[in-house]
């Protein structure tokens, strides 16, 4: 049988790394035994496709035959968790922030302030407000959902685990409200051109209105609602933030990853109140 975890792959051309890899693994079933890395035989039995970015080995294991690893995979582990949480997901999948930002948009963007601040702000000021605005909301699932592992309390052996899932969870939140953003932003934009009549701007903003116009007062309209949005989220149960934001076998890894810290918390207040 042979086993594959995707997410080792990285995020960039998936599909011909796994067939390279799989193709390397099946020749290996046919052919047990690992030859020592360097050597003729080694290089004879390796196939081009598989490349130098991943090393094949024989571990000390019963039942595995073979295995192949990435080199320097820490970084490339890392992007292919995200890649298969599929963060794109999260446009949809969380109805709550979603509803709230649409209903404050309206608001926002028939707010005469708005229209005053989005014409007179320097362009980084935009910027900031926008990346804050990704930012709160991001922070607030991690923190109000629980998402975030727990480090310090973990063994020496843990914790390398434990910043990992946490760095992919910070990765694919701040990727999903991104997509989320800009979606509502486009949204905005179009709404923008529709219902705000240059006549109605004129004594709001500073100069006349011109195409610049409707693309800044959406995206401060849509930073203000992704702010409020996150209000939403609190709606969301912490199931249905961990569904959105994982793939199923994180979810699982993540869980038995608790399951785990759970046991040995329980083991050792046993033992607390043994000796007590």
């Not at 195409?211 to 709606?235: K, Q, R």
């Amino acid at each position: 049988m042979i086993v594959v975890s995707l997410p080792g792959f990285g995020m960039m051309s998936l599909r011909r790394r796994v067939r390279a890899v799989v193709a390397q693994l099946v020749a290996d079933i046919h052919r047990p035994g690992t030859p020592e890395e360097g050597t003729a035989q080694h290089r004879r039995r390796r196939l081009p496709s598989l490349g130098y970015r991943f090393r094949r080995h024989t571990p000390d294991q019963d039942a595995v035959d073979a295995r192949v690893s990435a080199r320097r995979g820490g970084m490339r582990l890392l992007l292919g968790m995200v890649r298969a949480n599929r963060p794109w997901r999260l446009v949809w999948s969380l109805t709550g922030p979603l509803v709230g930002a649409f209903a404050f948009s309206a608001f926002y963007m028939l707010n005469t302030t708005i229209w005053e601040l989005a014409t007179t702000l320097s362009g980084w000021r935009l910027a900031v407000a926008a990346a804050g605005a990704m930012a709160v909301m991001s922070g607030w699932l991690v923190v109000y959902h629980n998402l975030w592992e727990p480090v310090r309390e973990r063994p020496r052996s843990e914790r390398q685990q434990a910043v990992l899932f946490n760095a992919s969870t910070v990765l694919t939140l701040s990727l999903g409200v991104a997509f989320m953003y800009a979606a509502l932003c486009l949204v905005n934009i179009a709404a923008a051109v529709v219902l705000l009549e240059p006549e109605v701007l004129d004594p709001y903003i500073a100069g006349s209105p011109g195409p610049g116009t409707y693309l800044l007062i959406p995206l401060l309209v849509t930073a203000a609602a992704t702010v409020a949005g996150a209000i939403g989220s609190g709606f969301e149960s912490e199931d249905s933030v961990r569904n959105a934001a994982f793939s199923l076998r994180e979810r699982e890894r993540r869980e038995a990853f608790r399951e785990k810290h759970e046991e040995r918390r329980r083991a050792e207040k046993g033992q607390d109140v043994e000796y007590s």
